[in-house]
């Protein structure tokens, strides 16, 4: 380990000048046991003003993966296109990969993962996941003991922000959107944040390091924020609770459930804490309980230090694969029937103020075998629009879009019915 | 890599007898990459009833020292006597150590790592602090990237769990300990616990993994938790607070001040819910924010489970300096002086209820310059005892010693002041 560790970044943005940044204190060689050298770099323009020096420029990621160097470090993000080709480029010149793009490993994980094995090479993706919190490496290397019952996770700074703003505001969803997006919280285009990919991605990775499986988008039931109104987040609120968007995954009798879903969490409880863009995971360990972490998910010093670890990592010879065990004992997750999953629920109904309505519902629910444990019926407006807002006693996923779906047809309901999962009680 | 990962193992109390059953599952072999054998063990009694075989008895821990094994796993605790011997015989006949034993570490911890870095040995200790919380592993390995301006924590789960009784039960001090004596929650002698003593040791250590320091006990202000009354319990609550005994290690201007404490901390704040027997570590990285770690402290898994860790580390010869840097390269801890550190306080006076007695420590408090931010006096017992409370603007330590002094001789007052550090606010 004497020669210094030739590092290559693809991608200059927050992150990437970040980590250069970072790279040039010399406290990390100490750490690392060798030199840090940034032999290579690329991104899409050269000419950005950035806060630092551009250095060993090279052209494109084509150039830059035939380049000597010791680790590609891959922060161009993009399930596929030019990420995808330089990690494999990388991987099959014999190069360690360190990444930060949760979409591409969540497509592409057991393979690049198999494909790094052979060679006998890293890939690590701390940064992919909840930022600066250590969570890849806790469920890798520390959590290992005993088997984990479930992961539980406020996976996305946006969505986060979004949903405290509301709370802390009492405005809607869409006004607070527009604002996040001036501040910089949220994209121009929204959609992979508040539609729940981004944490489906994220989930997906920790599942897998959670459960030895192959990481797996195409079983998880996904759904955003965007339906989320005032009136829910100030309900939550009166019965005790906080709306999340959470990214679960849990083992269970039928296989291992995961979803991405806005859930119910008790205002008493570590999730329920976690505000504005900070990041949260709770990993449920069988006999040794359950640990949370929580920090911030983004941003540039969060996600660079996620950065830096791997890459010191590597220049320690601290290798180990890839999702904790070995890719080719990883086995495809086995998916638990979505509609089996059982959970209480908070469900809304917007319906006219007509005398029987309040029948007719419980009726539906009743005929789903659907049992009430508190109801909230606010204001009275005959023959207008008013709220029934119920938490109901455990029951499936299947019971409540069935019991939707009648209820949904009644000429006394004004708009569709809101479900939410009551996760942490 | 091929051959099986020889373990010996001293000690087989709760979490010893937790780590030989745990390494009788299969899945852990996958993660290590080669068998996991245990070769030998010893005990204090061979002949107590334990829930698994004792197997590879040998007789003693010089016996132990002297077995054919790759790794020495300490679990006899004391910070010299046997373990100190067995874990220097095994670092000088070329074994890797891992150890859940604070208090050897936090004496001996610079030495021994730099006796093991020389052999080219891992010395491992993720069960010393904070139980299954991960955290060793990530300051030594994970918040690397920026400097880290201070750590805090609950580092003892005996000391939360009587202040989470005392305050859930608004009984005495005495009479809680007493409790948690007859349910095992404390030791039958607890001073270590109750005296902070046992969370110096685990502060020191986190205090060497944050800064890179030697481990430090020396200079370091430590106060326990035996002096609280179910009163400061519930004025705290009144403010706003819980009181927590925390170990708090911060870099200042003046250099890093270590100290343990009970402490005053915002009921809004993290820390503030921990509670029972669970630890939680708060780490705050300059640039990158506030990392926040929360789990169980003590108990067979979860010690268990930090221990397999290490041991699976030490099989896929992920190796790194004991304390993050090289031991060569600790440098000792630059403490800055007790005195000058600053807080605001709580301060509680019992005092006969006679006319002039808050205008004498008003001003003895305004003699030391400290101000007063909020204050409470309870009771109207003329000539009998009443408790008064103040919350004040930041101040020095050495401040409210000094008034504490020429107050606690005043005939009006009849107990010693009490203080507690405001410190999450």
Redesign the interface.
Known sequence: MSGPLRIAIAGLGTVGGGVVA?LQSK??E??A?RRLEIVAMCARDRNKKRGFEIGNWVGDTHALAKVDADVVVELIGGDDGPALTLVEKALKAGKHVVTANKALLARHGARLAALAEEKGLSLKF?AAVAG???IV??LR??????EVAAVRGILNGTCNYILTQMESSGRPFNDVLKDAQAFGYAESDPSLDIGGGDTAHKLALLAALAF?TMPDLDTMAVRGIAHIASEDIAFAREFGYRIKLLGIAKRSQNGIDQRVQPSMVSA?T?LA?VHGAFNAVVAD????????????GA????T??????DI??IA??????VF???AR?LVPLPAAPADSATSAFYLRFQVLDVPGVLAEIAGRLAEWRISIESMIQRGRAPGEAVSIVMITHETTYAAVDGAFKTIAVSDKVISPPCMIAMEAR
């Open positions: 970072a406290t990390l100490d750490r046991g701390e600066g919190i250590p490496k806790a290397e520390s959590l290992i003991g005993y030895g008493g570590p804490d360990v069988k006999h040794a309980g359950p640990f949370f972490f929580d920090g911030r941003g540039e010093a969060p660079a230090n996620a950065v830096i670890a010191v990592d320690r010879g601290n290798m180990g694969p904790g065990i070995p004992a």
